[in-house]
């Protein structure tokens, strides 16, 4: 009863037990898998040495890559990271050029506020995500709005610090933009913290850079900091 009730599963999806015997079936399966057309895009982005270094890992680990929850694994992993690094192949300048206008009876801040990032930490290769908040001073220019969150993102898809990452932000619009100054705050919960055991599991990590004006203007930093700040304490 109980071998009939399984028989359609296991004639539709070979057992594990099948496949770690024969690696043949393992490959026909991943071939099918690849074939079907809506799992086109998994098939042009086959990843096999990082594929192959993910179930490496999991076999390290003391897993077995051929159980069925972890048959797709490698493959997920592998394009998971990829995409999760794939700010490090881009540039600024790809993000910014061309949504540069010039605007030379606007000289107030311009602030973005909240906007939601996701990185990986570079010493664990785990999570850390949480807001950042962006001003800039024109000098000039402006740049498209959405460019600004754009630009996050690229930074944020790196293995990162979320020191590095505050300065990035700030550091690309100085140079590429040319405000008369630029502030960034960055509000971040890292899973390394959270996850391993360290005391203070809810506690956030803010960080801060400036340049030009909001460096040498205390009352300017300040009037960034309430506004940027406002929200993100509100919400704790
Ligand atoms: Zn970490």
Redesign the pocket.
């Known amino acids: 009863m109980k071998s009939e009730f399984l028989k359609p599963k296991t004639t539709s999806l070979p057992s594990a037990a099948d496949e770690a015997e024969s690696p043949k079936i393992d490959e026909r399966r991943d071939s099918r898998l690849l074939a079907m057309p809506h799992l086109g895009h998994a098939a042009s982005s086959a990843d096999p040495r990082l594929e192959s270094l993910a179930r490496e890992m999991l076999i390290e680990l003391g897993e077995d890559p051929e159980r069925e929850g972890l048959i797709r694994t490698p493959h997920r992993v592998a394009k998971s990271l990829r995409f999760l690094t794939s700010g490090s192949e881009k540039e600024p300048a790809d993000v910014l050029n061309g949504a540069l206008f010039d605007a030379d009876e606007y000289s107030e801040m311009v602030l973005v506020k909240e906007i939601e990032f996701y990185s990986l930490?570079?010493?664990?290769l785990?999570p850390?995500f949480g807001t950042v908040s962006v001003a800039y001073l024109p000098g000039g220019k402006v740049v498209g709005l959405s460019k600004i969150p754009r630009l996050v993102d690229l930074f944020a898809r790196r293995l990162q610090l979320q020191e590095r990452l505050t300065k990035q932000i700030a550091g690309s619009l100085q140079q590429l933009l040319e405000p008369r100054g630029v502030a960034v705050t960055a509000t971040a919960f890292?899973l390394?913290?959270a996850m391993r055991g360290v005391a203070k599991q809810q506690s956030v990590t803010t960080t801060r850079a400036f340049t030009g004006e909001f460096l040498s203007n205390p009352q300017l930093r300040k009037e960034f900091l309430d506004e940027a700040g406002r929200d993100s304490d509100g919400g704790k």
């Open positions: 930490c570079e010493h664990h785990l850390f890292h390394c913290m």
